[in-house]
């Protein structure tokens, strides 16, 4: 079944389309968005043996003029110099303003090519085409764009939204289980931040050990159900100003998980599952967040096969990852909290002590020993 969103926002809206078979329509749908001329179509080298030929020659046949480039596979591919590669290659193809870019590929590919895109003579038109179930029901809505430094991820970027986003569910039956997975945390946070049934209908697939995305009907639904809920919270605040924080539930600890330990370590979604565990023992703390619901969300996630704790990174390399993120104000990190499944609270500040106690909490014997 075909599934349509709409992200309203005025003169920069746009549809994200969801349904098996979309590939084959690449062409036709961005025609349709009244894209014209030279494309760069840019993704990586695990998506391009299954899906660059079919969206290329698709492209080809509505009358554009698309080029190809095949980026390593992972996060460290986020970077500065894949940054100014894409530079080159739009020089090269001659991409001029009222060309496009295309993002083929999961999230990486994604803020990546959307930053190239932003920046490239100060801002030409692109195209997400997701093909993860992390950047189908997050990162491919929304127009945040950007890439990662040294210091942390996603320091340096831009909001630059697409003109659509084509979602084609077959490709979530190549991805490995990790990636799955890693996508499901996401889904998950939905259910936290503002859909407490969603929540509950993910508890009682776990419980039934009914696989959650058993029909692409299901899948469907899942996926337009997360961008529906991210839709309507990037219309009401589209550059992150409030409303929007809640979106980064758990991605607080995450980034900082994800900068400490390296680089693709952790998958995004992996680590996001165990910030949203330790958030959720914040919100615990400061928030009253009921206890018994703390470990129906550390449940479900571990019901899903993610993490919900980070051995062996100490408490004092998190603490410094953490104070170089986009979230901290003033030098004070903020963060997301619930008060229950369906609700929480953005711009949330917590005692410096209780940082590192509830850390310390969620691994007693790693933790003490890293100390």
Not at 35 to 64: H, I, M, R
Not at 287 to 309: C, D, Q, T
């Amino acid at each position: 079944m075909r599934h349509e969103v709409n992200v309203d926002l005025g003169d920069r809206s746009y549809r994200i389309h969801i349904d098996s078979g979309n590939l084959d329509l690449t062409g036709e749908l961005c025609k349709s968005a009244g894209l014209k001329g030279n494309c760069l179509v840019v993704t990586d080298e695990n998506v391009a043996p299954l899906y660059a030929e079919c969206v290329f020659q698709s492209l080809e046949k509505a009358g554009f003029k698309p080029a190809l480039e095949v980026l390593p596979a992972g996060e460290p591919a986020k970077c500065q110099a894949q940054l100014m590669n894409l530079y080159s290659k739009a020089a090269a193809h001659g991409l001029d303003r009222r060309c496009f870019m295309v993002a083929l590929g999961g999230g990486v590919i994604g803020d990546l090519t959307g930053f190239a895109a932003a920046s490239w003579l100060r801002g030409i038109r692109f195209v997400q085409v997701p093909t993860t179930l992390l950047a189908m029901v997050d990162s491919s809505v929304g127009g945040k764009t950007g890439i990662n430094i040294s210091e942390g991820k996603n320091l340096v970027g831009a909001f630059h939204q697409p003109e659509l986003v084509l979602m084609e569910l077959d490709t979530l039956k190549t991805l490995p289980p990790r990636e799955l997975a890693a996508g499901m945390a996401e889904v998950v946070k939905y259910g936290i931040i503002r859909d407490a049934e969603l929540f509950q209908s993910l508890e009682n697939s776990v419980a039934s050990s009914s696989p959650r995305l058993q029909t692409s009907e299901e899948t469907g639904r899942i996926i337009a159900r997360c961008c529906e809920i991210k839709a309507e919270v990037v219309r009401q605040d589209e550059r992150e100003g409030g409303l929007r924080g809640i979106l980064n539930f758990g991605h607080t600890l995450a980034h900082a998980i994800e900068n400490a330990a390296g680089y693709g370590q952790y998958l995004h979604g992996e680590a996001v599952s165990i910030g949203m565990v330790y958030a959720a023992r914040l919100s615990v703390a400061l928030k009253g967040l009921s206890v018994h619901e703390s470990i129906r969300i550390e449940k479900l996630l571990a019901g899903l096969l993610l993490p919900v704790g980070a051995p062996n990174l100490a408490w004092r390399e998190i603490r410094t990852a953490m104070a170089v993120d986009k979230k901290t104000v003033g030098g004070l990190t903020k963060f997301v909290l619930a008060d229950r499944i369906g609700h929480v609270d953005f711009g949330c500040e917590v005692p410096e002590k209780l940082l590192e106690e509830v850390w310390v909490g969620m691994a007693p014997e790693r933790n003490q020993q890293n100390h």
